[in-house]
């Protein structure tokens, strides 16, 4: 029987939409793949009811563990973006995302390793001649921006393009931020918490350091991403 791939995630209104959002694209690429996919989006303490049979199993729920019953079940565990008790039980982490705890090496791997839309990178990265100005609150980088986000929420493929359309958007650090600076924006970065402050000013600083350091951002993260679970997907085929 054909195993297939368990992506688990975590609700928006606590984890926010950024993974939900590269997950998605994920899902699509592996079934472009020929790969069956089961999402799961549940907190940390619910069981997994997992109705196939799986042979890799991707969390994307921040610092949060693998669901109990999920940890005895054979499979290749990937944990992303996962600086808690999730990392310390995957067979892989993968960094998608850099932080501030991050070694140079580290960061760099990260920002290779970013989970883009398609939509996005469907040019040619432009990350080299994107920037960045650091703002105290988000009414000042809205006082700078030509885009923003709205009190009406858009949908993916909406927002995607009214972020091509602008040239100084206001974001916060996360996955927008990073394809809006894929595509050679000039970003009003703002704070939505003190940690979402620490990663931007660690960011900041990092590029006063090493100005090029954006160049890094390729936006083949996601098909590195896809090419590794194949491979362990092949090879829990191959041993059947």
């Known amino acids: ?27 699509l690429t592996l079934k472009q793949h020929r790969v069956t996919v089961q999402k799961l989006c549940i907190t940390a303490e619910t069981p997994a009811l997992v109705p196939l049979p799986w042979s890799v199993c991707i969390l994307d729920r921040r610092d949060t563990a693998f669901n109990p019953n999920i940890l ?10 996962n600086r808690g008790q999730g990392r310390a039980t995957a067979d892989l982490v993968w960094d998608a995302l850099p932080h501030f705890s991050m070694a140079a090496n580290e960061y760099t791997n990260a920002l290779k390793n970013l989970m883009l839309s398609p939509q996005v ?7 080299a001649t994107a920037r960045v100005a650091l703002h105290d609150s988000a009414e ?55 940690y979402h402050k620490k990663l931007s000013v660690d960011l900041v600083s990092r590029l006063a350091i090493e100005p090029n350091l954006l160049a890094t951002i390729d936006g083949s993260g996601l098909s590195r991403f896809v090419k590794i679970v194949l491979d362990e997907i092949k090879k829990v085929e191959e041993h059947e």
């Open 121 to 127: 990178t469907a040019s040619v990265s432009q990350a």
């Open 72 to 81: 005895q079940m054979q499979g290749y565990k990937i944990a992303v973006d």
């Open 140 to 194: 000042a980088a809205f006082a700078a921006a030509d885009f923003k986000l709205g009190a009406e929420r858009l949908s993916r493929i909406d927002f995607l393009a009214a972020l091509k359309a602008s040239r100084r958007p206001a974001l916060y650090f996360g996955q927008a931020f990073f394809e809006a600076l894929y595509l050679g924006l000039d970003v009003q970065l703002y704070p939505v918490s003190e």
């Open 1 to 27: 029987m054909k195993k297939s791939v368990l992506i688990i995630t975590g609700d928006a209104a606590q984890f926010g939409s950024g993974h939900l959002e590269r997950m998605h694209d994920a899902a």
